[in-house]
């Protein structure tokens, strides 16, 4: 048995040639900032201009300033013998030039939403540049109340390009929950996604050729569908304009637009904070609706819940999705009466602490957990959950073929 190959010796180094970094160093130097260079070594090129950008966002983070994991970033920012200081419109270029998508992302959402850095949202110049994206979305969202008319126009971009994105993806989505189930009856409308594979092949058999090991189809069959009887039914959408529920806020918004025309489901979209209003005349247009809500203020989901049984038309043919982190500025005992009211008068009452993608809610377990007492299932779901969850609830009601 050979021995092993030497490993191949490595290629020697110019006289005067900088040292090649070590990458596991260079990182650790950018998590740690300059504080670290004594043990790693400096950053060039396109390492210190990384450094430089996470020193903008991540430099104004007192705490880590005073642990000494990166320098703050008050010296780059007010002057001195460093660098000039960058502005919004810059480090968004830098970002998108050093950065892969994902991290970029990712520096957008904490500069907007953890440092709330409005300039980011309000500067029409940095709107010109960024990408649209739902983080920019929900800070057009919580700061256009801060917007001239002139910034608006431009904010308007974000909301119409992440809205349409949404609406791209969700409708088929949403569609799909709607649509009928196969049934066992023959079809005589010829279309593939209902075409019968073993009826098929069973009667086609008498046709098999085995020298060419296959059969001929000379009858394709195919199944019918059921449609399902959606007549009378009301989805009331009552959704919690607080800050935190943003995320909430759009996806609900997008979602009601998807339901909107299905035939028989009569859908209503209302938000809420001390006050209620109904934006089910909106509901077509989406970006005009979330152009119109104010993110922010308190919370009253009593009043709310007391707007929305008003609307009901036909207890047992209703659904009502309270979306709300459930921290109640109201009356908590008045909210849960009228749930219980609901629920024993045969609506379907559904409580929701997140609607959006990630549906990763925050929320006051204890009134929650008071709701769900009385009948009205708390937990949070994707928008085509919700679809699916409705679908299947007034989809029992009777089938048609």
């Not at 959402?109 to 994206?133: F, G, K």
């Amino acid at each position: 048995m050979l021995p092993p190959a030497p490993a191949p010796a490595p290629a020697p180094v110019p006289p005067g040639a900088p040292p090649v970094p070590d990458p596991g160093l260079e990182r650790w130097r950018l998590v740690l900032g300059a504080p670290a260079e004594r043990c790693t070594g400096p950053l060039d090129g396109a390492s210190a201009g990384r450094d430089a950008a996470l020193d903008w966002l991540y430099g104004r983070d007192e705490d880590l300033h005073r642990r000494g994991v990166r320098r703050g970033s008050t010296e780059s920012r007010t002057g001195g013998s460093g660098p000039s200081a960058l502005t919004a419109v810059d480090w968004l270029d830098d970002i998108h030039r050093l950065f892969p998508k994902e991290t970029v992302e990712r520096l957008e959402r904490d500069a907007v939403e953890q440092y709330e850095i409005h300039e980011i949202v309000t500067d029409p110049d940095v709107l010109a540049r960024v990408e649209p994206n739902q983080t920019l979305l929900r800070a057009v969202l919580r700061t256009k109340h801060l917007m001239n008319p002139q910034v608006l126009a431009a904010a308007r971009r974000i909301v119409e390009t992440v809205v349409r994105q949404l609406m791209e993806r969700l409708r088929p989505e949403v569609r799909r929950a709607f649509t009928g189930s196969r049934s066992r009856r023959p079809s005589r409308l010829p279309l593939a996604r209902d075409f019968d594979f073993r009826t098929t092949i069973r009667a086609n058999l008498a046709h098999y050729q085995p020298d060419e090991r296959r059969i001929l189809i000379q009858r394709p069959h195919f199944h019918s569908r059921t449609r399902r009887h959606l007549e009378q039914w009301q989805l009331v959408l009552l959704v919690d304009q607080s800050g935190s529920m943003a995320g909430s806020v759009i996806h609900s918004a997008v979602t009601a637009a998807c339901l909107w025309s299905l035939p028989g489901l009569k859908t209503h979209l209302v938000a809420f904070d001390t006050a209620v209003v109904d934006l089910t005349s909106d509901v077509t247009d989406p970006v005009e609706l979330l152009m119109r809500v104010q993110l922010g203020g308190g919370t009253d989901i009593a009043r709310a819940v007391d707007y929305g049984a008003s609307l009901v038309e036909n207890p047992r043919r209703t659904v009502v999705a309270l979306i709300s982190d459930f921290y109640e500025g109201g009356d908590p005992f008045r909210l849960v009466r009228t749930v219980r009211e609901l629920v024993e008068q045969g609506t379907t009452v559904l409580c929701l602490a997140a609607l959006d993608e990630a549906a990763d809610p925050v929320y006051d377990r204890d009134l929650a957990g008071q709701l769900a007492a009385v009948g009205a299932p708390v937990g949070a779901m994707t928008p085509g959950r919700l679809a699916e969850f409705v679908a299947e609830r007034i989809g029992r009601g009777g089938e048609t073929r």
